[in-house]
């Protein structure tokens, strides 16, 4: 079945610089891959997705790109703020039955 | 409306307790999911539901029992919990079976 690897688990970056979450894939037939974050005592929300027909998507500070070759995609924020601060989850879907793989999560630090 | 409600909040029951959590939207979603998430873990899937059937049952033990009474409603009635059962349960919604996911707040659930 589809394995969804998720890197680093904890990332601390200076609030205005940038912060990168990385993730591989092993099934070549997913499709769809959304990134969300989980804030304190709240559920996950979606931030941006990606389908593989596409190789990058931007959205203000977000951005995720997808390279289909090396079946990794990541997820790039520009000029963070402490608002940023949060757990983020990629995912992907498996292409015969749609069901969402995530990621073990990334808990995402901005410091003052 | 672009809202996923989850009652309650909060639950605290006995093992030998019957408790329900409800889910409601009104987005005209006809997917609805529940997943079960640990502390720092992702969110796992638990059951499916597409246009009122159960389409999905991840081999989940028989004390969690879904029920969808009509499309904007999802319950999980629980049923002889262990302690290892106690975890923040989550209510999600999408369009249809494998698009994007909407999550509700969750109910936090601790089994004594």
């Known amino acids: 079945g589809e394995n969804v690897e998720q890197h680093p688990s904890t990332l601390s970056v200076q609030e205005g610089d940038s912060a990168v979450i990385k993730c591989t894939y092993s099934d070549s037939a997913s499709n769809y891959f959304p990134w969300y974050k989980q804030e304190l005592g709240k559920g996950p929300q979606l931030i941006i997705d990606i389908r593989s027909n596409v190789g990058e998507k931007k959205d203000q500070r977000i951005a995720v790109t997808l390279n289909k070759t090396a079946k990794h995609f990541s997820l790039h924020i520009t000029e963070t703020q402490p608002e940023d601060s949060a757990v983020y989850f990629c995912a992907a879907t498996l292409n015969r039955d749609d069901k969402i793989i995530f990621g073990k999560g990334t808990r995402l630090h901005i410091l003052p | 409306d672009t809202e996923v409600t989850q009652t309650p909040k909060h639950l605290v029951m006995g093992m030998t307790n019957k408790k329900s959590l409800k889910c409601e939207q009104h987005?005209?979603?006809?997917?609805m999911y529940w997943y079960k998430q640990k502390a720092k873990k992702p969110p796992e899937l638990m059951f499916v539901?597409?246009?009122?059937?159960?389409?999905i049952n991840e081999s989940v033990p028989s004390r969690f029992s879904p029920e969808c009474p009509n499309s904007s409603l999802l319950n999980l009635h629980l049923h002889a919990l262990q302690p290892e059962d106690s975890a923040l349960y989550l209510c999600?919604?999408?369009?249809?079976?494998?698009?994007?996911?909407?999550f509700g707040e969750g109910s936090r659930l601790t089994v004594l």
């Open positions: 987005m005209g979603h006809r997917a």
């Open positions: 999600a919604s999408s369009q249809d079976w494998g698009g994007e996911l909407f």
């Open positions: 539901y597409s246009y009122e059937k159960l389409s």
